[in-house]
């Protein structure tokens, strides 16, 4: 039987959670016989992957910074999301566009009318409607302030260039999500990821299975809570 792609991004600022849902969530849709791709951005080829350690660790203006991220996009897309996508598969992806209207627009200040330029060219001419911008199906916003995410990474690892922020960097980067959030509602789920790990797992999945994608609510991943 054929199936329909599926591609869901998980985003939120530094610490807020995400990455710990990604692994449980794969097992759940592989539970229901779905082929699930887990991946990351800026990453998820040999290319970008490579872009992604510039990225993360060397000095650079914003400029370089979004051309470096989209760059790493494109790369991803063609190699990994789009092929995927066209077999019928979950693409589970740890961050996309989101974050560099996020981290690059409202945390640095780029200007958003460049960025949606850049966006409009690096994520269509792809797939069967070349005209189509390519766009998560769902994204799940862990919505967390910036204090608390802080206080969950502090000591976990040696922070990149991004971690190395002040507050209000991520304080902004939070507002940035929100507007976004606000600017696309049908594609948002807010998730409040202030909560323990067993109910946040709870409202990421319930999203899911709102949806139809799972069929249902799905125990807590040990190893999560
Ligand atoms: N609901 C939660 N309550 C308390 N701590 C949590 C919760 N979820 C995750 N953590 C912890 O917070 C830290 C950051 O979690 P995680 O790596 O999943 O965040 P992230 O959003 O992927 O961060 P980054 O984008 O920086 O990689 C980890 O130490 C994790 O164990
Ligand atoms: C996709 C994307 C990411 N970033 C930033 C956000 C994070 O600080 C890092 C990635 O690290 P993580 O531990 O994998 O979350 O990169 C960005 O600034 N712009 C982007 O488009």
């Known amino acids: 039987m054929s199936r329909t792609g599926l591609f869901i991004s998980l985003e939120g600022i530094d610490g807020a959670g995400k990455s710990s849902h990604l ?4 097992q759940a849709f592989r539970a229901q016989g779905r082929t699930v791709v887990v991946t990351r951005e800026p990453g998820g080829t040999p290319l970008a992957e490579q872009l992604r350690a510039l990225v993360l660790h060397q000095p650079m203006d914003a400029l370089t910074e979004a051309l470096l991220v989209f760059a790493a996009r494109r790369d991803h897309l063609q190699q990994v999301i789009e092929p995927a996508l066209a077999r019928g598969e979950v693409v589970l992806c740890d961050r996309f566009t989101d974050a560099t ?3 690059q627009g409202a945390g640095r200040g780029f200007d958003l009318g460049q960025l949606a330029q850049l966006e409009r060219m690096v994520q269509s001419g792809l797939g069967p409607d070349p005209s189509r911008l390519r766009e998560p199906d769902l994204t799940l916003w862990f919505d967390l302030p910036a204090d608390v995410a802080a206080a969950r990474l502090a000591d976990a690892r040696a922070p990149d260039r991004f971690e190395a922020e002040p507050a209000l960097f991520f304080e902004r980067v939070a507002q940035g999500y ?9 594609r948002f789920a807010r998730i409040d990821a202030g909560q323990d790990r067993h109910r946040v797992w709870q409202q990421v999945t319930a999203q899911l299975v709102r949806r139809g994608w799972l069929a249902i609510m799905v125990p807590t991943p040990q190893g999560l809570a």
Not at 23 to 26: I, Q, T, V
């Open 23 to 26: 692994d449980g969530l794969a």
């Open 101 to 103: 209207f996020a981290y």
């Open 178 to 186: 929100a507007a976004r959030a606000s600017a696309a509602p049908q």
